[in-house]
């Protein structure tokens, strides 16, 4: 029998409901490249859940080409982008944003989450104009890539300090479900729309086969976005797929009901490891945990189960990192637990 | 009732043994990124299709992204593109070459086809180096833009020019499948991988919900491909589903098949119209075709089907397209002979 | 002794007043990067001449630079140039402007020279948005790359047509000093500055040993462009050298005596080689002229002369192209005279 | 009177030989854009002098254009920099490295330089293939911006490194001048071109108007340079002024008599402070100089120089930088050192 995956929340393909849609549309006519009915509904239902029907809304692939895109459109050719050292696009995305002119101006953080301190921080240390970067835009991601969340009021102030210094402010929220039905979270969907310029409803890391909802709340970023995504060969000639898969996670809070079982799994698992003393590599109340285990307990542990070895803390420990989806199954959670209490 | 529409090839969603395939293989536990088991399998079953076991084959979501990803990754940045004047990279991708930094030189031609002779008059009129660019690919289309196909004999005179003149052979096949499967055509699958650099086979514009496979046949160019994909934000988290697909185009020649339908339903048009008396701005021989109508008979038909008025001709006669698909209802096409047999 | 050229405006160092100057400031000392008192008062005096004293003035180094700072710093990704087929940045600039992102629509012109009807044919086939891209800055050259120049009435054409249609008009002024000081000219460089966005100075074709002055007439382009100048590695830490040399050129006209002689020159050899009964490629009244002589002819002019052949006409004849310059030497220029009557 | 400047090296014109120069050939008629007599015999001596008659060598205009230049060609789109944190295309190029597409990987150092170790944490922390960057250019200064240098040892072990693991070497030179004069330097010219795949030597901060002489010494990168340089805007059509400039600085030598000039007046100013028992940010050898003296002692040298307050060290002291030249004058060094003796 195969080892079960905790590896990431893209293991399997999609929740039923979505291929259910997609059998009972498949033979309907609609127009290309978006302009099909689906995605005009999914928009609409999106811009009343945020609470911003002025909001323009816009589905792409993944969350890469959302950065990308998102970045590359919004900035001239000399502005620069302020993340976290351990943001997504800093990190992992191939030098994606550079690719595209733009240098990150990246800032060391304890938990992966930004305040406006760091930001004061680097412009502080980028006066020497025009011979450094204007910086223009501040990405966040929430849930962060090390599973950590904004509260309310830290988006808030974030939001405030960006405003006071015209610089946009933008959240990656592919694991944005994930965070607002975190046990800890105190924000709603509609705060994350006012507080923002730009953010996007992660898909791919949520049920769907792939997608990210572009929200773009400032009415001086709304236009021609659209050739943006065409240029960067991110339009869907069968843009239905990315209408129809939101249309069905945002019906009746599937959205969220997917993203509250990640969340419930991994703190049921987070808990085993508690109860049996096992401390963590940072506190997290989403779908990623990062329990500090000696080489012995990760070896058994890895005979029925897939996951990363995160961070090497000493010659007898290292942190592993486990991930839950909407699709993690109960059972084998369970199985999980077991072993755990038997470490 | 909705008129039925002849616009495009990517009016529906996608060929059932795909959604089957999906559902079947929904919660099995892959690796993300394209290192899922569907995609190797796709592969293998590519290279042997294509009958070069060392092609590198990659898949992606479409056909401006394919066109971005494999002209941005071969070229430095002082070389260039010849094209078509219909060439799809030059018309309608809002500049998506241009924007990864590379001029496409286009000539004009009759038929959308390039030969050796429209390149020769490119390099001839380059010959002011350093000031001018370096040409380095010939990008084609096959079917061309406007229907048409080109012959063995004329790809492999292409194929020789290019290798003589060191410039790369790129084959942009959105509508391969409808190339190859035109009653006019002569040419293998085979032919097409030995006579190219690079080539696409699209699925997109034939019965797949997205994707299109990119096989590299040049070694010189078989490297580093998938940084790429992933800088470009074109690297799908779910893979799968892109290997899923082109597997099930592949076993049994489905992907031919579907090809075959769409031109059989083109062809019957063409030939109700050519028993009217109909002539055509251009003999196409695949699932375009682009009658010269009067305006009344142009509006008749609008009654009930959906179609684009392709070019005027004078003041009473405008070509229409009409596109056939996968897809396309035979009795609907029935339903149209009949309308234009009353004409 | 060496031959004399008539190759280009281009081949000796500078005005002796530039030298001078140079010698004169040399021990001054100066802030770096464009911040020196001479390229202020510099600025000063070209903004007295144009006629707006709220015009931003840059100074930097080339024609293709200046092309690619203005249109990269003006355009948005997905904004494009149109440009006539003869146009410096669609022939002879390595694709820079493609290399910062933006495609040029080229457009057929007999004269070098683009109005209302051409760009509007660009327009017109560019409808289908978001698959083409915007079109947004119309790119001219005066005097253009085959000697012609554009009168007041074209110009005023140009600029009103482009204001209705939201478009930028950008001049390259390399050769301005030939078209403004051409017998043929009714237009003045207040003119210019008042029907353009953005235009261009140019010295280094006229007398100087570098630089062209950039001078940005519409307030909504009037920001930030110091940044990209730094970023595209235009800004010299030594900007007095641009500075003194525009002082130089604009004190006292001479910027257009020297365009003036360099023009006079050329006329003086266009009416010798009239008298002769030789025809022209086209007629033009600044420093380059196209006469079309037989081959023998040709082999007879290039025993002492330099120059290039241009075009060929049939198998007996080729169009060659003669430039001269502020320094062409008249005593030369009395030589070749001599010649022509003797061919 | 005028307070004399410490500020940078480049406040002055250019030292006479080269004005002399320029007035001398003023006249002759030369080829354009790089293509002078000047330019060839510039560039034979200096691959003579760096003991390599197989380097390519091209003039440009500045630094920054150097840089950027010699990174974007040798770079394939998804390659990377790794440069020290005080590296200059890091800080101080309004991300001119970026803007070619390119992502640069910083590290914090003790004092500009770095080793291989350096290197090897980045590579470390890149493991994540192909998600992450392959890094492939590693980007020195000598001397760095904070005024160390290089010893022959160290670039060797860089270089060893660099070869073992297939990457490039690049040294910014814009003050190499001065690392080699340098009484701490043990490196010669030869060592250095023998040492790196791609280096430039400085004329711009080093009595030049403005030019760098750009070495590529590995044989695999020595080809169509030139069609980079004229696609970034760098080609100057009157190239004969950055020949004549280097012909005269290599010419006995002259090129490395000023830098010594420049070291020895710093080092005069730094005994000075030394012997009045202040200390300094950093030890340094060559033009650059960072002393930390009190406010009131800061006020005092400002009454007569100007100079950068470099970083604030406490609430009472702060480091200032000195930079010395090839035109510093003597006597306003003696001046500078008497008030330093009284404070």
Redesign the interface.
Known sequence: M?K??FK?D?????H?NI?AA??Q?????????GEDEYSAEAKRLIQKKINNVDASVYFV?????????VI??VL???E?VIAAETGHIF??????I??????IHSVPTADGKLTPAHIQSVLDNHA???????QKLVYISNSTEIGTIYSRKELQELSDYCKDHQLYLFMDGARLGHALTSEANDMSLEDVSALTDIFYLGG??NGA??GEAIAINNPKLQY?F?????????????G??LGIQFLELMKDDLYFDLARHANTQAMRIKAAFRENGITFLSETYTNQIFPILTNSQIEKLQRDFDFYIWQKIDETHSAIRLITSW?TNSDRVNELIHQIKSL
């Open positions: 195969k079960y995956s990431n893209y293991a399997e393909g999609c039923p291929l997609l059998s549309t498949n033979l309907v006519q609609q127009n290309g490249y692939s993944g969350g890469t080409q959302a950065n990308l895109l590359s459109s001239r050719p000399y620069s990190t992992n995305e191939t030098g994606a550079e690719a595209t002119g733009h240098k020497n104009k025009p011979h450094q970067l204007k791919t890391k086969l792939l021609d659209d050739y943006n995504i065409k240029q960067k060969g991110a339009l869907l000639a069968k239905r797929i699709s």
